[in-house]
């Protein structure tokens, strides 16, 4: 029998998804996702977990530069904010009458994917 050791993070979260953040130094904010890293388990989220970078004064920028920009974050950190209910919530999983399959809200039970 063939075991997988890989344990992959499932990512349930996707691009344009509006989360909240739930530890760290950004907890309780909120953004969208404006990027996710399913190999990493990780998510970029807009103006969360900003990280400033220095750059050094060089012959073409004689006055450096200071960066900021996004750094991603684990899944586990943030959760989705329901666009119905406006709560945090979990996601449940609904099959559609064509087959389709998409994301329903375990809070008010409203289909939160594009259908
Ligand atoms: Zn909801």
């Known amino acids: 029998m063939k075991?997988?050791?890989k344990v992959r993070p499932k990512?349930?979260?996707r691009k344009g998804d509006v989360v909240i953040v739930?530890?760290?130094k950004d907890k309780g904010k909120k953004g969208k996702i404006i990027r996710t890293i399913p190999d990493k388990g990780k998510v970029f989220v807009d103006g969360v977990n900003m990280q400033t970078n220095f750059l050094r004064p060089t012959r073409d920028m004689p006055q450096g530069k200071i960066t900021r920009r996004e750094a991603p974050l684990y899944v586990s950190?943030?959760?989705l904010v329901c666009p119905h209910?406006?709560?945090k919530t979990r996601i449940a999983?609904?099959?559609l009458g064509n087959g389709k399959s998409v994301r329903?809200?375990?809070n008010c039970h409203e289909v939160i994917d594009k259908v």
Request: net charge neutral; hydrophobic share 35%; charged share 30%.
């Open 22 to 24: 739930l530890s760290g």
């Open 11 to 13: 990512i349930e979260l």
């Open 77 to 79: 950190k943030v959760q």
């Open 85 to 87: 209910c406006h709560e």
């Open 3 to 5: 075991v997988d050791n």
């Open 104 to 106: 329903v809200c375990k």
């Open 93 to 95: 999983h609904k099959i």
